[in-house]
């Protein structure tokens, strides 16, 4: 019997993602908090620009880079040893909580940057922890046949923070200047955490029956699982690298990804402003070719929560990264404005299926005990390595132009699609139906 589209049926006794109110609180847990964390970055910027010099204000913008680089690997020990669902609850209710402080201390007084600072800091201390237990969480909400649509739903969750959250962080900073717009992120942040609470948890595989996890909600930490004894941070977090290294889907995973985000990072970040600007097509210009690419990132993330799953999963992922890297590299050449939406449209699209697929794979290929300290690896990986792509990017563009660098970009970002293809297992691995 050969592959089709078709929606996928789900498993025996398995709810569809979608019609699964345990999932579909966890989106609506998941959509809050990123729409809050939206806000709240409009509203950081906005207070910092207004309390400081620009160059200030672009150091306490990034403050929050640091901590989280430094600290992701260890944030997904803590997701695997206390469980996901705990960890991101207490994310949550700090990042709200710091939130809130900073609003109520703004409204009263005019305190500088120092408050501004802090509070970068503290979100970056904060997401690495809730970085990897938010990847870890969609195993424990539902079955690994369901794990590619809940990718599609959170892909439609991000899209649509990224369009709502800029104008509802104007509204608050329209009403009442950044205070209203910091309670407001706050607030937002606060609704995921009932929502997070009401969550079913399911066991692990190896724990079914074992009392580790119950699907009365409850929740224990992982740690030790082997051997008996509880093993320490150090020792979890070299397991779950050898877990990667070893692992014949994973390895060339992980590289695939790296050299996606890349190849990605600095063509949409610096070299489309560069572009829009050379062009003429103004700060107008560059929002259209930004909500192109939204188009179609979110065409796809509909895409794979309708059908549930594609077949040749592995496969068809690297052909996907090397379709996007080919629109990635055509997007520095188009002259015209209407042109450059239309590529624009197809980065996305290729992108947004290869991201799904790859995450999908992540999630269904990774043990659960180690979900999180692979999901932290990703993360860093995504968070950590790919940014510091934009200054080198810069820096070329100045040196050979923007073409040249649209090209390398789109070279290296097509690697990820070739290592994709060359690995035999990658290549093959299917996602579960």
């Known amino acids: 019997?050969?592959?089709?589209?078709?929606?996928?049926?789900?498993a025996a006794g398995e709810r569809p993602a979608h019609r699964d109110p345990n999932v579909l609180r966890w989106l609506g847990a998941y959509a809050s908090s990123m729409l809050g964390d939206s806000v709240y970055h409009l509203a950081l910027s906005w207070a910092a620009v207004q309390a400081g010099t620009p160059a200030r204000a672009g150091a306490v913008i990034a403050a929050s880079a640091l901590p989280r680089a430094l600290l992701m690997l260890g944030g997904g020990v803590v997701a695997d040893r206390l469980g996901p669902r705990r960890v991101v609850i207490g994310s949550d209710a700090v990042r709200c909580a710091a939130v809130l402080a900073v609003a109520a201390l703004l409204h009263v007084t005019r305190p500088g940057l120092w408050p501004l600072a802090l509070l970068a800091l503290v979100f970056g201390t904060v997401d690495a922890v809730f970085l990897p237990a938010v990847g870890a969480l969609p195993a424990r909400i539902t079955g690994r046949g369901q794990l590619a649509r809940v990718?599609?739903?959170?892909?439609?969750?991000?899209?649509?923070?990224?369009?709502l959250g800029a104008p509802l962080g104007g509204l608050g900073v329209a009403a009442g200047g950044a205070p209203a717009a910091f309670a407001l992120a706050g607030l937002l942040i606060a609704v995921s955490v009932p929502l997070l609470v009401s969550l079913r948890i399911r066991a692990l595989p190896a724990e079914e029956g074992a009392g580790g996890r119950t699907g009365d909600g409850t929740e224990e930490g992982t740690g030790g699982r082997a051997g008996g004894g509880r093993p320490g941070v150090r020792s979890d977090l070299v397991a779950g690298l050898r877990h990667i290294r070893g692992h014949r889907v994973l390895a060339p995973l992980m590289l695939t990804i790296a050299l996606g985000d890349i190849g990605f990072v600095g063509p949409l970040n610096v070299g489309l402003t560069l572009l829009a600007d050379r062009r003429g097509w103004g700060a107008s210009g560059m929002g259209w070719v930004l909500a192109g690419f939204g188009v179609g990132a979110g065409a796809a993330s509909l895409l794979i929560t309708v059908r549930g799953r594609l077949p040749h999963a592995g496969r068809a992922a690297g052909w996907a990264i090397l379709a996007g890297s080919v629109a990635i590299g055509a997007l520095g050449h188009v002259p015209?404005?209407?042109?450059?939406v239309a590529v624009a449209v197809l980065v996305g699209l290729f992108t947004g299926l290869s991201g799904a697929l790859c995450g999908a794979l992540l999630q269904t290929q990774a043990d659960p005990a180690c979900l999180g300290r692979v999901t932290a690896v990703a993360g860093l990986v995504s968070l950590g390595l790919a940014p510091l792509s934009m200054p080198f990017a810069a820096a070329a563009i100045g040196a050979w132009g923007l073409g040249p660098v649209f090209v390398a970009s789109a070279a290296v970002c097509g690697l990820g699609g070739a290592v994709a293809l060359c690995a035999p297992d990658l290549r093959r691995a299917e996602l579960p139906g």
Request: proline share 7%; aromatic share 0%; charged share 10%.
């Open 1 to 10: 019997m050969t592959d089709t589209l078709a929606p996928q049926t789900p």
């Open 151 to 163: 990718q599609g739903m959170r892909g439609l969750a991000i899209r649509c923070a990224g369009v």
């Open 336 to 340: 015209a404005l209407a042109g450059a």
